[in-house]
């Protein structure tokens, strides 16, 4: 997951820097403060943007954004994943990617029934384009 979101942000000549990716295994939601204060406190640096795994981290990630006083996104712009309802109830909304759930499913069931109709064809993909949701968190 990560490589492929690396390699959409090379496509725009944006460079993520190895020292940029936090890569702990967060266990809960709670785990996110120390992470980020670990993180930041080593590198001596803070962030233009983070971008979480999904909606639930950009919301703690806000909450310890604001915890330091830093303003969302004047200070620290927020992204979340999986376009998720809360995340357009948070203050600031955050912003998000939705993965497009009902072209996938639309696909997977025409290549499922493609499949079922013909056992000897190719193995097919179909790639399915995900969509920048912006909301006030984004700036």
Same mark, same amino acid.
């Given at each position: ?7 959409? *942000? ?10 940029a ?13 120390a ?7 080593l590198?001596?640096?803070?962030p233009?943007?983070i ?5 639930e ?6 909450a ?18 999986n ?7 948070? *203050?600031?909304?955050?912003a ?6 009902d072209?996938m ?5 025409r ?5 079922l ?6 193995q097919?993909? @179909? ?8 909301? @006030?968190s984004a700036?």
């Open positions: 997951k990560l490589d492929s979101y690396i390699q959409a *942000l090379m496509q725009f000549d944006i460079v993520v820097p190895k020292e990716i936090i890569e702990n295994k967060i266990n809960s939601l709670d785990d996110i403060a992470c980020l204060d670990n993180h930041f406190s590198n001596k640096m803070m233009d943007v971008i979480c795994n999904n909606d981290q950009a919301i703690a990630v806000a310890w954004v604001r915890s330091k006083n830093l303003r969302i996104p004047e200070d620290i712009a927020i992204i979340g994943f376009d998720s309802a809360i995340a357009k109830f948070q *203050l600031p909304p955050i998000s990617v939705a993965r497009e759930d072209k499913v639309d696909a997977a069931v290549m499922l029934f493609a499949r109709q013909n056992s000897q064809m190719p097919q993909r @179909e790639v399915i384009a995900m969509k920048f949701v912006w909301r @006030e700036g």
